[in-house]
């Protein structure tokens, strides 16, 4: 069964750096783009970065500037670059497979990984 597994969450304090991945089996990275969300404590999930074969990107306005999204085909694994971390950022990430069309992206709903905490100190 082709699966998403995410890696790399953990505590940092603000302002810090850490990296996330999301290893994918078969063939769900090189066929679809690729997002990853987060949801914070008590918050409704949230698309945060975006990245399609193109390689097109798209970010939400919070974390221009600070995230990266990437992906490495050879690799199969989507990553995401987190810098300049806040308190804010704090949440489950989760990355997802999906289509990126006209500006939007589209999740498929048997494409979620488990999720992987990130926690910011302030």
């Known amino acids: 069964q082709e699966q998403l597994v995410e890696s790399g969450g953990g505590l940092v304090q603000a302002g810090g750096v850490l990296t996330l991945s999301c290893a994918a089996s078969?063939?769900?990275?090189?066929?679809?783009?690729m997002a990853w969300y987060r949801q914070p404590p008590g918050k409704q999930r949230e698309l945060v970065a975006v990245?399609?074969?193109?390689?097109?990107?798209w970010y939400t306005d919070s974390v221009k500037g600070r995230f990266t999204i990437s992906r490495d085909n050879a690799k199969n694994t989507m990553y995401l670059r987190m810098t300049s971390l806040e308190p804010e950022d704090t949440a489950v990430y989760y990355c997802?497979?999906?289509?990126?069309?006209?500006?939007?992206?589209?999740?498929?709903?048997?494409?979620w990984g488990q999720g992987t905490l990130v926690t910011v100190s302030s």
């Open positions: 078969g063939r769900i990275l090189t066929s679809n783009a």
């Open positions: 990245i399609s074969s193109g390689p097109r990107t």
């Open positions: 997802n497979a999906g289509v990126y069309s006209s500006g939007k992206y589209y999740p498929q709903p048997d494409y």
